[in-house]
């Protein structure tokens, strides 16, 4: 079953990490995010498949939005 | 527990940030600080290039636990505001913080800082470089001449990284505790009393967009207040310069 990881703050996404189809291990950066001089990585938290990549590098982004659509690995 | 007793003084080291990540992990207690005589991958925010002569600046990361999460942007101004208390206390007095978190003297850097939060355990690390000896003293590379100063340009006596770093650890151990237990309030007046940008026209380099605009100080949220046409906007992220004509 698919599922979302979302952006935790409002700011903008500096780096994407990953792209679909991409199998990620628990722990590996997904993105980066910036908000105020504060760098966020998003990191995933279980071996996870990437379904589709909804973040643009330098885009804004408010807390809440969709950054992955993810399913189990 | 006092910042100074946590402090863990290493050599070389690619990053501080790299080293402080490593205590966190292991479950250093808050405050715990790395502070390095050299880096060989220092960087500032986006990974740019931070000039250092070893030897010459204050080299440090301070593992914070914040109460509210990992996630607290007004930490970059809470970081900023004790750092320069920390200067001030060196007997550095005309400085100014530009949104969110560099420390100027006249449109030179004296002082950059960068966060890394997120962190699902609540650890943030507090990085931050301080230019402590003068232009000259650290053979600053030509290209970066005009946009260096450091402390010791700055005073008349000379002052030691270590004096600075000290009186530096303290400041920020009070400014922090103050804003853990108070809230925001003081460190947004101190904010206000030195922002470089506040009523300035300013640039605004914010995701895809290029803005122009007034600056207008900052929110609660520490986010920059910009009014640009008679709208105001609050900017959380990007890059903000003061328009030079």
Known sequence: MAQSIKAPIT??????????????????TLAILESMKMEIPIEAEDNIVIVEVRAMEGAL??????????QAA | MNW????????VVTSTMDSAKILARANAPE????????????????GRYWFAQPGGSVLATTILRPKDG?????LSL??????????QACGVVDFVYKWPNDILWRDRKL????????????????????N????????????????????????????????????????LQSTYNDYQNKGPEKILVAYTARDALLGHRVNLDVGERCIEGVAMGVEPSGALRVNTAGVEMVVMAGEVNKVRY
């Not at chain 2, 960068?114 to 943030?124: E, F, I, S």
């Open chain 2, 31 to 46: 405050g715990t600080t790395v502070i390095a005589h050299a880096q060989t991958d220092g960087h500032g925010r986006r």
């Open chain 1, 61 to 70: 982004i408010t807390e809440g939005d969709v950054l992955f659509v993810i």
């Open chain 2, 78 to 87: 809470v970081v900023a505001v004790g750092i320069g208390a920390g200067l």
């Open chain 2, 132 to 171: 402590v000896m003068s232009a000259k003293e650290a053979c600053v590379p030509t290209e970066i001449a005009a946009a260096y100063i450091g402390v010791n340009d700055l005073l008349t006596a000379p002052i030691s990284v270590s004096d600075v770093a000290f009186s530096i650890l303290d400041a």
């Open chain 2, 70 to 74: 990992a996630n607290d942007p007004l």
């Open chain 1, 11 to 28: 700011g903008t996404i500096w780096k994407v990490l990953v792209k679909s189809g991409d199998t990620i291990s628990e722990g590996e």
């Open chain 2, 4 to 11: 100074r007793d946590h402090e863990v003084h290493l050599d």
């Open chain 2, 111 to 130: 002082a950059g800082i960068l966060l890394y939060g997120g962190d699902p355990q609540g650890v943030v690390l507090a990085g931050f470089g301080v």
